[in-house]
């Protein structure tokens, strides 16, 4: 073929073989986040049974294998040669999320050309809503016209996997300086944009320059801003806890339809029904030049609790709950896990922390990228670790803003852990390097650094990965596990919303009755830029609820060392449980508090909820021992009797309201 590659002539089976070792970053799980994609993508290849192998059953050795492969492929001189740009003519700059388009990109052979034999690939984001590009159909999405510089150029044009187009040369070599012009979404229906938005969203080229079914990613290959949609709902944010006199900040938010931020909003935003206990201003004013974000200040002059209301236009939105009080602990709220496009998620992660703090309205927040999960590996790309290091020691303000460096420890044989740092810097140590390819190895590894870290299991039950529980936590880096998240409640099988393909025994109650005593986290891993936020429709999403001295990085690692701190799936949930005077999260010795080797207290719990609630749950050992039913009521306090608990046993509760949202307390232990 030569000119417009539209039609395929011929199978490019080194090049659809390859895809599934470039391409296996893209199909992750871990980077879908509202759905469970496969694994890996076989591509055409043939799939045989891998022989059996030392390691827990839960092990993805197929993802494995093909992380290997592709670690072990040499790239030729040629490989990642030329260079790639995106054309806008007569067009704006950037594009509309979740609204079709066109998008012209050239390729431009470099010095050492791309032999016959050799393709240059196009991988537009897998991830959310982006076009496939293809080349059979003109009226479908993703239509892509390829067009040589030189008609003489023959090509071959496929669609070889979920958003990956290749283009073999199958007559003379490209040589220096000849041009592919792509022009992806060509036909009336354009291609389809990603739904979410965000600066700098990449067209991934790559090149196997010298046809050996080797490739290798065009390192500044071209990005196009993608804007929000028009204004849908707003965001009004307060904190939980807030005592009497002091004065506390409101977070306003527009969002569109995808939940993106920067939208463009202008006019009043007028608080209503303001009750007596507190004081607001009369009315919030945004510009264009908020981009749609404001925060404000309001007095908190007596006890009570609070849902304040605020109208824009006809419509009325209701704040979580406000709690003046004088007693008990601070609630910091933090979303301690999440993605940016420095690995498999969406947005810079700038723009990742501006969601935390100017959107979301978080306390807490870390940006944890994959290990090597991603078109650009961190581990071996300083420059971008060195970037997420500068903004998040950028973003930190004691007393207003914490930010944790951080990222994803990405096994896909031991299962998931992300690394957080209490300091402005520390290493990678990737799952792929020899010497920390085992939880126990990273856990030694860290212990070498002397610096301050934890590390946190996450969706451990069931997909993308499991944990392998039989490897005990360490107890010097891992006192919380993070429970639920947008995957799912690793909780239990009877949690609400548990994660996908759970396995039985693979619980984190069934790793409490192995003897771990873990507190209860819940975070986002949230891959659309969006830290913090929660759907509700299922209810997905994690919180982590913080029960800190002060809201710096020193007071957030005590509270999770001790196991101070509680989950939510979502919804912003003031939670207070004790085990007679012991709080959650505390060991309870029975010698010293019980009677005849057995300890009976009464357990009191605290909830007020955004929303009405359906039960609350009471836990002990491994089993739901009892269950409140309630019919509707924002806030309760209950308590049960616990009679003869003994040592190695736990008790933890957990609070359901009717539309889903979830809280959990961190479990209280019995020990000698």
């Known amino acids: 073929m030569a000119g417009v590659g539209r039609y395929p002539a011929a199978r490019m089976p080194a090049a659809r073989a390859l895809a599934a070792v470039l391409?296996?970053?893209?199909l992750c799980a871990c980077g879908r986040g509202d759905e469970t994609p496969p694994t890996t993508s076989a591509a055409g290849a043939e799939a045989t049974a891998p022989a059996p192998?030392?390691?827990?059953?839960?092990a993805k050795w197929e993802t494995v294998d093909a992380m290997r492969e592709s670690m072990a492929a040499h790239n030729g001189p040629a490989d990642g040669g030329g260079r790639a740009w995106l054309v806008r003519d007569g067009q704006p700059p950037y594009a509309v999320s979740a609204t079709p388009d066109r998008f012209t990109l050239v390729y431009e052979a470099g010095p050492l050309g791309v032999a016959k034999g050799g393709t240059v690939f196009l991988q537009v984001s897998p991830f959310w809503d982006w076009s496939t590009p293809q080349v059979l159909e003109p009226d479908r999405r993703g239509y892509t016209e390829v067009r040589a510089s030189d008609p003489a150029i023959e090509f071959d044009a496929q669609t070889l996997d979920q958003q990956l187009l290749g283009v073999e040369i199958t007559g003379r070599p490209l040589a220096q300086g000849d041009r592919l012009t792509f022009v992806y979404g060509a036909g009336l229906a354009g291609a389809m944009t990603d739904r979410y938005a965000e600066r700098n969203s990449p067209f991934w080229f790559a090149v196997d320059g010298d046809g050996d079914g080797t490739?290798?990613?065009?390192?500044?290959?071209?990005t196009i801003d993608v804007r929000p949609g028009p204004p849908a709902g707003l965001l009004f944010t307060v904190p939980t806890i807030v005592r009497p006199g002091e004065r506390f900040r409101i977070t306003l938010a527009f969002i569109d339809a995808w939940r993106n931020a920067g939208v463009d909003a202008e006019g009043e935003v007028a608080f209503?029904?303001?009750?007596?206990?507190?004081?607001?201003?009369?009315?919030v004013q945004f510009t264009k030049e908020n981009a749609g974000k404001r925060q404000v200040e309001g007095v908190a002059r007596e006890a009570g609790v609070y849902r304040l209301r605020a109208k824009v236009g006809a419509d009325v939105v209701t704040s979580n709950p406000l709690v003046v009080t004088a007693e008990g602990p601070r609630v910091y709220w933090g979303d301690l896990?999440?993605?940016?496009?420095?690995?498999d998620g969406t947005g810079m992660p700038e723009d990742y922390f501006i969601y935390a703090r100017d959107v979301s309205g978080l306390d807490v927040s870390a940006l944890t990228d994959h290990d090597h999960w991603g078109m650009l590996p961190l581990y071996s790309h300083p420059e971008m670790w060195q970037e997420i290091q500068r903004q998040t020691k950028a973003f930190h303000e004691p007393g207003r803003f914490v930010t944790l460096l951080g990222y994803e420890w990405t096994s896909w044989i031991y299962g998931h852990r992300h690394v957080l740092f209490f300091?402005?810097?520390?290493?990678?140590?990737?799952?792929t390097d020899p010497a920390t390819t085992t939880p126990t190895q990273l856990w030694d590894a860290l212990a070498a650094d002397?610096?301050?870290?934890?590390?946190?299991?996450?969706?451990?039950?069931?997909?993308?990965?499991?944990?392998?529980?039989?490897?005990?936590?360490?107890?010097?880096?891992?006192?919380?596990?993070?429970?639920?998240s947008i995957h799912g409640a690793s909780e239990a099988?009877?949690?609400?919303?548990?994660?996908?393909?759970?396995?039985?025994?693979?619980?984190?109650?069934?790793?409490?009755?192995?003897?771990?005593?873990?507190?209860f986290i819940g975070s986002g891993d949230r891959h659309d830029g969006h830290p913090g936020a929660w759907q509700v429709e299922p209810p997905m999403g994690g919180l982590a609820g913080i029960l800190a001295d002060d809201l710096t990085r020193e007071g957030v690692l005590a509270a999770l060392r001790a196991r101070r701190v509680y989950a939510t799936n979502g919804p912003r949930m003031l939670l207070r449980a004790a085990l007679g005077p012991h709080r959650m999260g505390e060991s309870v010795s029975v010698a010293q508090d019980g009677k005849d080797g057995k300890l009976s207290e009464r357990l009191f719990v605290h909830v007020i909820a955004e929303t009405p609630l359906e039960r609350v749950d009471f836990v002990r050992s491994g089993k739901l021992e009892d269950s409140a039913a309630l019919s509707g009521e924002l806030e309760v306090m209950l308590d049960r009797e616990v009679k003869e608990l003994e040592p190695g046993e736990y008790v933890y509760v957990r609070a359901v309201q009717k539309d889903g949202g979830a809280v959990w307390s961190s479990p209280i232990f019995a020990v000698e």
């Open 215 to 222: 490739r290798k990613v065009l390192e500044d290959s071209p």
């Open 337 to 343: 896990h999440g993605h940016s496009n420095f690995s």
């Open 423 to 431: 300091g402005d810097t520390g290493p990678v140590h990737a799952w």
């Open 23 to 26: 391409g296996i970053a893209w």
């Open 493 to 519: 099988a009877d949690a609400p919303n548990p994660v996908a393909h759970a396995l039985p025994g693979n619980f984190v109650r069934d790793a409490l009755d192995r003897g771990y005593k873990l507190g």
């Open 53 to 58: 192998r030392e390691g827990p059953p839960t």
């Open 450 to 484: 002397g610096l301050t870290a934890l590390t946190f299991a996450h969706h451990s039950a069931g997909d993308p990965i499991p944990v392998d529980w039989s490897i005990p936590p360490d107890p010097r880096f891992e006192p919380v596990t993070e429970i639920v």
């Open 272 to 283: 209503v029904d303001v009750p007596k206990g507190v004081e607001l201003p009369k009315s």
